[in-house]
């Protein structure tokens, strides 16, 4: 039996779907028996993956992604696929056709995006581990509004085969868990070289983390305080901070003035990539069949309208505009200029310090319909887009709460580094007040 569903009704704290994978060789390996949601956009052979999307309803791939392969054959019991922003662009997992996932720590609010159903499986108990993906944030966005640890790799760490691509050069899976030492143990299966992944680094990940973090250089942008970062935010992370500087690390103060330009750089490269990706999905060759007695062009309008949503159109419509004749030089050339200078500043900031340390997000999650125009919405990922513009690792790990809401340190490390961004969140785990 490769697989059955598991119904939920609508008011479920969490509604993060799942479907039950049979795993013959669950009980033996690194993971054997443990429990492990797969985000839906991560194909899984026999299952139905749809990136909850109406588009792709009943879509079932014919094979497993890598990171699939490599955690059946160490043993884990994979319980499902969990809900998320639709192809992953949203900052909440309201983007989904499933409907929303709720934040387990007040089903009042989001629990961040777009990988909101893997954050509230385990927050809510339901799974001790899971994989995510991240694009602009969406791994640590929710670990950090749900109060658990999520990472995204350095760019290449990872396989992306598999993944249903949403933006190429940004996007990574990534491991999220309760603990420090959980994230660990799944980034050690499902790291290392595929080469059926044309951007995948020969580099595995053998490693146990290390809470000595004396004489480590751990720097704080002032940029990662500034505008739109709720001051109680700022409060809880300064704390933070503060236990890494009593665990040994030294705190310096820097500057990061490319982040004027990220949001920017980031949006218009996302969505100009998002326009590529997406362009397959026109009911001949993915999707609902396509109406024949209409002219491509009238049904290949119709199928999208109906099959995407309004987020995932919008963002089509943005990248195809930014990359159009005429207007691609003042865009997409611009954003890829501004994206070199994130890389110049994290390049020149690793050369002064070993980490950067601040919030991953500016406030705490916010209730359900609370943003409701895309701007305020967009501003939400102003912390965590820099890293996914230049590929490197960065985790959130839960720090503190404010008004009872969890809030996420982030620690970003230079390029090939995440042992040592482990090593940092963990000695924060182990330093921190229960």
Known sequence: MPGRSIEFHPDDRFFAFLRIIHNPQCGEGKLAGIPVAIKDNISTEGIETTCASRILAGYVPPYDATVVERIRREGAAIVGKTNMDEFGMGTTTENSA?????????????????????????????????LGTDTGGSIRCPAAFCGIVGLKPTYGRV????????????????????????????????????????TSLDMPF????????????????????GEGVDPRVASVVWDGISVLEKKGAEIITCRMPSMACALAAYYVTCTSEASSNLARFDGVRYGPAADSKKTWHESFQERRREGFGEEVRRRIMLGTFALSSGYYGKYYA??????????????????????????????????????????SMYLSDILTVPANLAGVPAISVPCGKVENLPVGLQITGCWMEDERVIDIAYAFEQGRSP
């Not at 004489?215 to 990662?224: A, D, L, R």
């Not at 994130?342 to 050369?351: E, G, K, P, S, Y």
């Open 159 to 198: 396989s992306r085969y598999g993944l249903i691509a949403y933006a190429n050069s940004l996007e990574q899976i990534g491991p999220m868990a309760g603990t420090v030492t959980d994230v660990n143990r799944l980034m050690g299966v499902i790291a290392g070289y595929d080469p059926r992944d044309s």
């Open 206 to 225: 053998r490693h146990e983390p290390d809470p000595d973090i004396r004489g480590v250089k751990i720097g704080v942008p002032e940029e990662f305080f």
């Open 98 to 130: 499933f409907g929303p996932t709720r934040n387990p720590a007040d089903p009042s609010r989001v629990p961040g995006g777009s990988s909101g159903g893997s954050a509230a499986a385990i927050a809510g108990g339901l799974v001790p581990m899971a």
């Open 334 to 375: 611009k954003a890829q200029a501004a994206r070199n200078n994130v890389r110049a500043d994290f390049a020149r900031l690793f050369r002064e310090v070993d980490a950067l340390a601040g919030p991953t997000m500016p406030t705490v999650a916010f209730r359900f319909g609370e943003k409701s125009d895309p701007l």
